[in-house]
């Protein structure tokens, strides 16, 4: 019987596992997959192994769901995958749209966006509803985090705060009772530590935004990958980081941990969510907490892809209704990143 050929538009297409991406959803059973792929930049590695490369404006853009529609329609697309936060929150506004011109959007339900978009809501949202989450108080001046500092258990004299509204490891300030001053913060790839008065100074010179102060948490870091089908997942599978930023990704262990397990169960019952989703999780001597609930993939989901369960398939065909054929989760498998040179 012969395959029924599928257009994807895929974003993000420059980063660094992007051969993994490719050829899992060319792998995809029962379908030929020809992949359209999109980046913020004009030249990437994966651009000569795509079937057409677009270069496209980044998600916060103004003109972006705007311009990845148009894309969608002259490029024959029948399924979007977004790899970027800015860009699913872009898409999910115009979700409707792109679904009623056969347009198969993977982003979540509009009225969760506001969940996605702003941690302390997700916070709420998961405590109100029974989902323990780790000490954690609103900040928005500088009386507010002098409260944080009493009433938020300390470990070293360390505590968090973070952005209410920002993305991956960006806003995110280690502060420290002890130092008297900080050299550099902000950084993409590492938290510095700062002091409370430079962390006092910044909350309130930023006016747009909410602050959330958390429990500084020691222990170990999980990345979830989660393929659920409205709101009952299909697939939890638990991945601990070998570092526990997950910045650089440097290698995963795939384990079973019965308790984030029920615990993201619970969220995606919750959420209703549908599609692939990744969860940042933390546990230490039986206490499980979710930490962030992202609303599209891992960047570090190829880990899972390579230890044999090919979630993007998956995701495709969850999407084109084909149904999806569970495989057993390797438990105990460690996968690490090996890099090679290519010449173009």
Known sequence: MKEETIKIGVTC???????????????????????????????????????????????NSEDYADTLFDICKSEDIKVLIAGADEEVFALTEKKDEFISNGVICIVPKKDKKDLFYDKLAMYDFLSENGVTVPPYMRVRTASDLERACRKIPLHDEKFIVKLSRSRGGRGIFLVSMFAHKTESFLERDEVNTISLADMAEIVESTKDNMFMAMEYLEGDYYDVDVLSENGTPVYLIQRKRVNPK??????????????????????????????????????????????????RVSGSMCATISAGINLYGDLLKMALNIPVERKSIPYGKKIYPRFHMEVQ
């Open 13 to 59: 297409i420059g980063f660094p596992m992007w051969n993994l991406a490719i050829e899992a959803f060319k792998a995809t059973e029962g379908v030929d997959v020809q992949i359209v792929g999109m980046d913020v930049k004009s030249d990437v590695p994966a651009k000569k192994y795509l079937d057409s490369y677009i270069t496209i404006p980044p998600g």
């Open 246 to 295: 997950g910045i650089p990704w440097q290698g995963s262990e795939i384990t079973d941990n019965k308790k984030m397990a029920d615990i993201s169960t619970k969220i995606c019952n919750l959420l209703g969510l549908h599609y692939l989703y990744d969860f940042d999780m933390f546990e230490k001597d039986g206490i499980v907490y979710p930490l962030e609930i992202n609303p």
